[in-house]
């Protein structure tokens, strides 16, 4: 069997529940969101930069994940060339992000990973936010957010690093209150912030850091 070219074709070819594998060195440049609205799990081969990379090259969700129990791991984003409005988007409960790396350079002006109305039941596990801003006037903004009240989320052994210039705003940022956030082994490094908002609960272990690196919890 031939592989396909692109994610949005293998998107389409797929029923719920299976899985799609993105062949190492693979790369995109998407410049419309691509939708996950199926229960789908995207794994890439590789490590490192010959896992499979996605960039952000339109003002869009790059990946909109609107079905529950959408599984994406492995994958790599680098910088994007034009502001998105996120590079995953969550609005369905029971998403999994495991094992991606997001870089977030000037262009990256909203949270690289964003938890919407929806959203729910979720899990980030060893992924990486590292700002790769050179300028403190065009800093990148926030690794992850939730953006409206969300109940379940887990974020397990993830880096956040502020690289060379940091952050404009919160590395990680609860803009709305999270019910039952567990954070276990955070990395939080050149003064990558984290902010919860009122009536948030959560348990938070901070396993290394560096800079001002601020835990800000107004609950």
């Known amino acids: 069997v031939r592989p396909l070219a692109t ?14 594998v993105l062949l190492q060195n693979h790369q995109e440049t998407l410049t419309a969101a691509q939708t996950l609205g199926k229960a789908l799990y995207l794994v890439s081969e590789g490590s490192g930069s010959s896992r499979a990379q996605f960039i952000a090259a339109g003002a869009i969700a790059m990946f909109d994940v609107t079905a529950a129990g959408v599984r994406i791991q492995n994958i790599y984003c680098p910088q994007s ?3 998105p409005t996120a590079r995953v988007r969550v609005a369905a409960a029971e998403a999994h992000i495991l094992a991606c790396e997001f870089d977030c350079g000037a262009l990256d002006t909203v949270a690289a990973l964003s938890f919407v109305t929806g959203a729910g039941t979720a899990r980030v596990e060893d992924c990486a936010f590292t700002s ?9 903004a926030i690794g992850l957010e939730v953006v409206n009240a969300m109940t379940g989320l887990d974020v397990i052994n993830t880096y956040f690093s502020g690289g060379d210039v940091g952050w404009s ?3 990680l940022k609860g803009t709305a209150a999270i019910t039952r956030l567990f954070a276990q082994d955070l990395i939080l490094l050149g003064g990558s912030d984290l902010i919860l908002a009122t009536g948030s609960t959560y348990r938070i272990h901070v396993l290394d850091s560096s800079g001002s690196a601020r835990l800000v919890l107004t609950a």
């Open 169 to 171: 705003d919160y590395a």
């Open 7 to 20: 994610l949005a074709q293998a998107v389409t070819n797929a029923a719920a529940g299976d899985t799609i």
């Open 81 to 83: 060339t034009v502001t």
């Open 132 to 140: 790769t801003g050179t300028a403190l006037t065009a800093q990148p």
